[in-house]
């Protein structure tokens, strides 16, 4: 199963490697996430739904709505 962390990164011609450097963590914990291995922790996918400009909810599978919600102040 491809986890929409693989798509994404995919998408944005980015390494697995770069995607660990942006959000602070190791190659290793990066990638079991993006093959489904480990939970991402919530603040890892809001790293990324804020790189990617999408919703935690796309990232989780929760939606396929690509877009991320309006930010409330």
């Not at 697995?16 to 890892?44: H, M, W």
Request: net charge positive; aromatic share 10%; charged share 30%.
């Amino acid at each position: 199963m491809v986890t929409r962390l693989r798509e994404l990164r995919e998408d944005n011609d980015l390494t697995q490697t770069q995607c660990s450097k942006i959000a602070f963590i190791s190659k290793n914990s990066y990638i079991r996430y993006e093959k489904g291995e480990r939970i991402i922790p919530l603040d890892v996918a809001a790293m990324f739904a804020r790189y990617y400009n999408v919703s935690i909810d796309y990232i989780a599978n929760l939606t396929n709505d690509i877009k991320p919600y309006k930010r409330i102040n």
